[in-house]
C-alpha cells in the first residue's frame, strides 16, 4: 500500500541532509499538517466557549437541568429525557466512521468506494443538522427560549402551587424542582398542553402573575427555606443560557454545515477525478476527514457539557 | 499510514463504531442515573453529582483520545506532531481550574452584595456622616 506518508518518507530519505529542503517536517505533507494546527486553533476557541459556560454556571445558584429541558423529541415524545440529542451523537459517530471508510477506499485508490462512503458521511452530517434544526426550532417556538430569554427555572426550596382562589392546592414541589414558564395562548390552539394555562389575561391572578410578553409566572408557597410560608411566583431561569446554548451549539452547527459543504465539493471532485490524477492517496479526502473527525470530537464535549452535566 | 492489512483496518473501523456507540449509551445512562431516572430519588444525595460527573468526563475524555489516536490516525504519525497538538491543549486544563473557581468567587460576591443590600440600617442620630458599618476607617 503506497500512502501519502511513505511516498514523503522515502522522498526525503533520499537526500543526503535535511538541508536540501526536501525533508517535511513530521513526515507529515504540508496540508495536512496545516490542517492538524488549524484544528488546535478551532480546539482553542470551542475550548473558550465550553469553559465560559462552566463559568457562569458556577456562578449562577440554580441552573437549568438538561435532562428537563432536552427531554422531547419529534413524533410528539415528551418525557424522554437525552434520547433525542442521544441519537443526534449517533448520527455524528456513525459519519465519522463511514469518514474513517473513505479514506481508507481513498488509500486503495478506489473512486467509486470513496464517493460511496463520502456519500453515506454527508448523509449522517446532514441528518445531524436536521436534527438540530428540529431541536432550535422546538425550543425557540413551542418552549419561547430565545438568546436573553430561558424560560427555564429551577425551584431553591420546596412549596405548594396556588389554585385560582389563591389558596395552597396539592400541587407541591420539591428543592431543585425545575419548571418551564408557558406563554398564555391567545388563541387556545395549542392542542398538546393539559396545563390548562392557554389564556389568561395580563397582570395579577390570584395563582399565577402574567408579564407583559405573555409569560405566565405562577404562584406557590414555600414550605422550606428562609422565606418559608411567604408566597413567590416563579422567575424566569438564569438569563446566560440562552446564549450560551445558542451560541455554543450554533457554532459547532455551523462547522457541522460548511463540513459537509466541503465534503460535497470534494465528493463531486473525486467523482471527476480531480484527485486520482494527483495519485497520493487521496490526500484531500484526508484532510476533510480530519476536519469532520474533530467536528465529531468537539460534539463529544458539547454532548458532556450541556447534556450530560 | 496504518500498519495493517486492508481488512483488518475494515474490523477495527466496525470495532470503533462498536465501541464509541457502547461509551456514549454508558455515558447517557451514567448521566441519567445520577439525575435519578433510573433509581428515583438518588438524585437527593447531593454528593452523588461528583462520581457521576467524574465518571462521564473520564469517558468522553477516552471518546476524545480514541477519535484523534485512532481516526484521525494520530497513533501513526510521528511523537513530535502529537505533541505540538497535545502540549499546548493541555495548558486548557489550567484554565478550567482557574475560571471555574472564577465562576465560584462570582457567585460568592454576587451574595455577598444581596446580602449587604437587604440589611436595614438604623438612621443615626447626632453624629452626621459617621460611618457605623465601616470598621475599618472609625477613629
Redesign the interface.
Known sequence: METTENVLHQHSENHEGSWEGAAAPFNISYGKLMMWYFLLSDAFTFAGFLIAYGALRFSSPSWPVPDFVFSTAPFGIHDAPLIFVTVMSFLLIISSVTMVRAVQEGHRENKRGVVFWMFLTIIGGAGFLGCQAWEWTNLIGKENMSVTTNPFGSHIDAGTYLDEKGNATGETFKAGASYLLHKSEEGGHDEGHAEGHHAMAKGDHPNAFVDNDGFIHKKFKLASGPAAGQVQMEEFGPKAFGALFFFITGFHGFHVLSGVAFLLIIMINVASGVYASRKNGYEMVEKIGLYWHFVDLVWVFVFLVFYLF | ?SHKT?EE??KA?VK??FL??FV??I??FI??FG?G?IIPGINDITWIAYPV?FI??VL?IY??YF??YE??HMA???K??AL??LL??SL?IW??FA??Q??????AR??FVKEKNAKTVEPLKGKQGYVEDTSLFRL
Open positions: 499510514m486492508y483496518s475494515k473501523v470503533g463504531l464509541l456507540g456514549t449509551l455515558e447517557v448521566s441519567l439525575k431516572h460527573g462521564i468526563a468522553s471518546k476524545a477519535i484523534i481516526f484521525m501513526y504519525e510521528v513530535g506532531l505540538t497538538v499546548p491543549t486548557l484554565a478550567l475560571f471555574f472564577e465562576g465560584t468567587a462570582w457567585k454576587r451574595e
